[in-house]
T-cell receptor, first 113, second 112 residues
Framework: GAGVSQTPSNKVTEKGKYVELRCDPI?????LYWYRQSLGQGPEFLIY????????DSGLPNDRFFAVRPEGSVSTLKIQRTERGDSAVYLC???????????FGPGTRLTVL | GENVEQHPSTLSVQEGDSAVIKCTYS??????FPWYKQELGKGPQLIID?????GEKKDQRIAVTLNKTAKHFSLHITETQPEDSAVYFC???????????FGSGTRLLVRP
């Protein structure tokens, strides 16, 4: 079956611009997670959704980052006033329910020039 | 909070040999430990996981062992093949939580 999909696969933007990254979870998965992976590091947690609500956004680095999941399926990670330090691979994962195994998408590589 | 350390950072083995990657965790409340394989340009792929009520789990050439007392767990790959070459990440999670805390990764190279 279809796995987690993310678009775009690559995004290049200029410092100060706004970007949106999209995640389509596995069908039927109620839990959705965003992680960020810097070069040579393991993924780091950003935010977790259970259904439509953000159950924990404690990993978001600052208020320039925001995420939504309005219908409990697709999620969008939004970054305002991008900075060069935001450059990383943004990974989305989904699980059938909280506590189930997490399955990752291919990621979006964000480059801020 | 939880902290996961992983070693070695790089591992080179001859095809057919075994490879072992080790991780330690700090939070005794953690009781779920997945392992992911990440190939270049791709997302992490879940290859095996273990819960703390089990000491060992096998799936074909892959096995994971867990020592709760010492707070460490290991990935064992037998009869390695060139296609096993990738970066492997361990992770830990409290069962009541949802965040995975990842190690820093091990780059495995299987020489043909």
């Amino acid at each position: 079956g279809a796995g987690v999909s993310q678009t775009p696969s690559n995004k290049v933007t200029e410092k100060g611009k706004y970007v949106e990254l999209r995640c389509d979870p596995i069908s039927g998965h109620t839990a959705l997670y965003w992680y960020r992976q810097s070069l040579g590091q393991g993924p780091e947690f950003l935010i977790y959704f259970q259904g439509t609500g953000a159950a924990d956004d404690s990993g978001l680095p600052n208020d320039r980052f925001f995420a939504v999941r309005p219908e409990g399926s697709v999620s969008t990670l939004k970054i305002q006033r991008t900075e060069r330090g935001d450059s990383a691979v943004y990974l989305c994962a989904s699980s059938l329910r909280r506590g189930s195994a997490q399955y990752f998408g291919p990621g979006t590589r964000l480059t801020v020039l | 909070g939880e902290n996961v350390e992983q070693h070695p950072s790089t591992l080179s083995v001859q095809e057919g040999d075994s490879a072992v990657i080790k991780c330690t965790y700090s939070d005794s409340a953690s009781n779920y430990f997945p392992w992911y394989k990440q190939e270049l340009g791709k997302g992490p792929q879940l290859i095996i996981d273990i819960r703390s009520n089990v000491g060992e789990k096998k799936d074909q050439r892959i096995a994971v062992t867990l020592n709760k007392t010492a707070k460490h767990f290991s990935l064992h790959i037998t009869e390695t093949q060139p296609e096993d070459s990738a970066v492997y990440f361990c992770a830990a999670r409290e069962d009541s939580s949802y965040k995975l805390i990842f190690g820093s990764g091990t780059r495995l190279l299987v020489r043909p």
